[in-house]
């Protein structure tokens, strides 16, 4: 139903920002929920981010929660995850995925399809 494509990663120092894109293929991008995911080597992928299908309602851990901002542009189905002060601990592999569940959710077996996956590295 849905390819994703990420971009935007990349390496930075730390306290900068990095802004993420997810370009999804189709014409049914605003029907999906869309959320971001971070995976740090030898550790488990984590939520980082959600928002629903119009918009309308966003998620964030605590560990996130007013560094980064989610959001989406319909008309040009993308999705972008804006990252203010970064911290040595977000590096890791950041991956998009969309959702049939309208609302956004926190947990990955609600997230039907995946992007490949882009590298953000904050050095100290």
């Known amino acids: 139903q849905v390819q994703l494509v990420e971009s935007g990663g990349g390496l930075v120092q730390s306290g900068a920002s990095l802004r993420l894109s997810c370009a999804a293929s189709?014409?049914?991008?605003?029907?999906?929920?869309m959320g971001w995911f971070r995976q740090a080597p030898g550790k488990e992928r984590e939520f980082v981010a959600a928002?629903?299908?119009?918009?309308?309602?966003?998620y964030y851990p605590d560990s996130v929660k007013g560094r980064f901002t989610i959001s989406r542009d319909n008309a040009k189905n993308t999705v972008y995850l804006q990252m203010n002060s970064l911290k040595p601990e977000d590096t890791a592999i950041y991956y998009c995925?969309?959702?049939?569940?309208?609302?956004?959710?926190?947990?990955?077996?609600?997230?039907?399809?995946w992007g490949q996956g882009t590298q953000v590295t904050v050095s100290s």
């Open positions: 995925a969309a959702s049939e569940y309208l609302r956004g959710s926190y947990s990955l077996k609600d997230y039907d399809y």
């Open positions: 928002i629903s299908w119009n918009g309308g309602n966003t």
């Open positions: 189709g014409r049914a991008f605003s029907r999906y929920a």
